[in-house]
């Protein structure tokens, strides 16, 4: 992108942090990421995929679909930032007040949000040796995120000379990834040869009927909803006043009103 973009980005990204974080202090809100992986060294795909089942036992999750990357995440102290931008941005990451903030862009459908968002996680956890494309790793490590390789093989088979795209989406529903991502996932467990990989890209860039419904997004969207509902929690405990709520939440006072609907 050009540095107009990345500037607007950066400006976006900081009045959001900003307005979180004062919400938080308002309502006396302490968080904290606990997950610390400093003492693992990741110097191939085995290490970034080790790491990922790693996360998921951390977070209890074992080998299950996760519904919502980003509850899971905002749950253990992640900062979520959506903001509206075109294609050329898909996501990034930093720190804020010792917290890890992830930012994804909003109009990006399901499946690339959540696959972005693990990805963006991945360079804040991974360290990796000297030498190793990092940005290979972090998609290594969202993919495993999504779906364990153990889950996928049991699900998949071994060994395929075919597979549907029937079997794929019905994967896609439940763990939210894309049949992208997992025809990359069946090439990398070996379970189809590099040859059968390259003429499925050959098929999806031939036939333009066939590339709709391999990007067709199936898995349900989702949005962080954490921040707004902060700012509607101190609203409603009269912490806040409506003025300051439409200020944090960038809205008029009467829409404030109108979606408060106190029980």
Known sequence: MGSKKVESIKYLVCSEIEKYLEIEAILGITSKFCLDYGNTTVEGENEAKLLALRLRNDLNIGSDAIVSA??????????????????????????????PVIVVNKNMCSERKRLTIFHELGHLLMHCADGVDKEKMCNVFANEVLIPSDKFKNLIGESRHD???????????????????????????????DRRFTSYHKKKNALPTFKEAVEQSLYPMEHTCRFERLVYRALASEVISYSKAAALLDKSVNEVRDTLNLM
């Open 163 to 193: 597979i549907s795209l029937v079997e794929l989406q019905a994967m896609q529903r439940e763990y939210g990834i894309s049949v992208d991502a997992l025809m990359v996932k069946a090439a990398q467990l070996n379970i189809i040869t």
């Open 70 to 99: 980003i509850d899971l995440l905002e749950s253990v102290g992640v900062k979520i930032i959506e903001i509206e931008h075109d294609s050329s941005f898909s996501g990034t990451c930093n720190e804020a007040g010792g917290l």
